[in-house]
């Protein structure tokens, strides 16, 4: 089955700067990689997500990379903000027939002011 | 819309005690998830749900976990008898397809606590 590894698993960093997730996942089969924010008490929230036909996608301050030939993703914060401080998820799945997503470990992000 | 309502929030209990908790998907989406978020780690898929039947569990320790979707609609997961390491965040997920990933929503979880 599919695996996904997340790191880092904390970041820290100065409001205003730039914050980098990586992923890497195992399955070449995969075609579908979203990326979750999950606040303190709250489930998971779909913030961008990206299709294997596409190299990059872009949403205000918050970007995704994909590179199928390495197998990885990253998601990319901009112009960091107190308020981006959260647990942050990537995964992987194959979109379509019964298939689920499969997770990382998560990246706490801590923004601070 | 409404999201996905689950209930309760809390729960405290013994090991060896039951414990339940109960989903409600939104409205037409056939496809239901329960996954375990243990602390610190991402979600887990203990069960796939499409309309009232199961399309995969096999993440799910039936020893002591059942799960069930009657009418295709609510849901219910129980734990019996629990053990200390089943203390986590359960979340309810649902979406309109099976393989829809596009539009998965998740619930709020239950936050167990086995003491």
């Known amino acids: 089955g599919e695996n996904v590894e997340q790191h880092p698993s904390t970041l820290s960093v100065q409001e205003g700067d730039s914050a980098v997730i990586k992923c890497t996942y195992s399955d070449s089969a995969s075609n579908y990689f979203p990326w979750y924010k999950q606040e303190l008490g709250k489930g998971p929230q779909l913030i961008i997500d990206i299709r294997s036909n596409v190299g990059e996608k872009k949403d205000q301050r918050i970007a995704v990379t994909l590179n199928k030939t390495a197998k990885h993703f990253s998601l990319h914060i901009t112009e960091t903000q107190p308020e981006d401080s959260a647990v942050y998820f990537c995964a992987a799945t194959l979109n379509s027939g019964y298939s689920t997503l499969t997770f990382g470990k998560g990246t706490m992000l801590l923004v601070s002011p | 819309e409404a999201g996905v309502a689950q209930s309760p929030r809390y729960k405290i209990i013994e090991k060896r005690q039951s414990v339940a908790f109960w989903c409600n998907p939104i409205s037409g989406h056939a496809t239901l998830y329960w996954y375990q978020q243990i602390l610190g780690q991402g979600p887990k898929l203990l069960i796939q749900?499409?309309?009232?039947?199961?399309?995969?569990d096999s993440q799910l320790p039936k020893d002591r976990f059942s799960a069930e979707r009657l009418k295709g609609v609510d849901s219910t997961l129980k734990i019996q008898p629990a053990k200390l390491e089943d203390s986590a965040v359960y979340l309810c997920?649902?979406?309109?397809?099976?393989?829809?990933?596009?539009?998965?929503?998740f619930g709020s979880g239950t936050r167990l606590t086995v003491v």
């Open positions: 749900f499409q309309n009232n039947g199961v399309v995969d």
């Open positions: 997920a649902s979406s309109l397809d099976p393989g829809d990933s596009y539009g998965y929503t």
